[in-house]
């Protein structure tokens, strides 16, 4: 249960960091809006994983995993450039999270 939240805090981090480029430096409105609401359940969800599990793991597996998506949205949607180097950080990525993903 704890790892899902984690995982949903992630997601909705990555989402919130669309709305920041969308906003140009906060200077669209909406979409600056739209990343100060969305950011707040990530906020929620890591708390309450955070009952379940360790800070420094909780933190290390929200923001790998929130890198992963902004890699995957930044190809997606905003045509960002694929390189070795970054497959290589995604997979060091990757391999932390399953090593630590026992001590949940």
């Known amino acids: 249960m704890g790892t899902l939240m984690l995982l ?4 909705t981090y990555s989402v919130a960091g669309i709305f920041m480029k969308l906003s ?9 809006l739209m990343a100060f609401f969305v950011v707040i359940p990530g906020i929620y969800l890591q708390t309450l994983a ?3 599990a360790q800070l ?16 995957v949205f930044g190809l997606w949607l905003f ?5 070795g180097q970054k497959l290589f950080g995604l997979a060091l990525i990757l391999m932390g999270a399953l090593f630590l993903q026992d001590k949940l």
Do not use: C, H
């Not at 949903?8 to 997601?11: C, E, F, G, I, P």
């Open 24 to 32: 140009l430096g906060l200077t669209k409105p909406l979409p600056s």
């Open 56 to 71: 420094s793991i909780s933190y290390f597996l929200v923001i790998g995993f929130e890198a992963i998506l902004a890699f």
């Open 79 to 83: 045509d960002e450039q694929l390189s």
């Open 50 to 52: 955070m009952r379940q």
């Open 8 to 11: 949903s805090a992630a997601m």
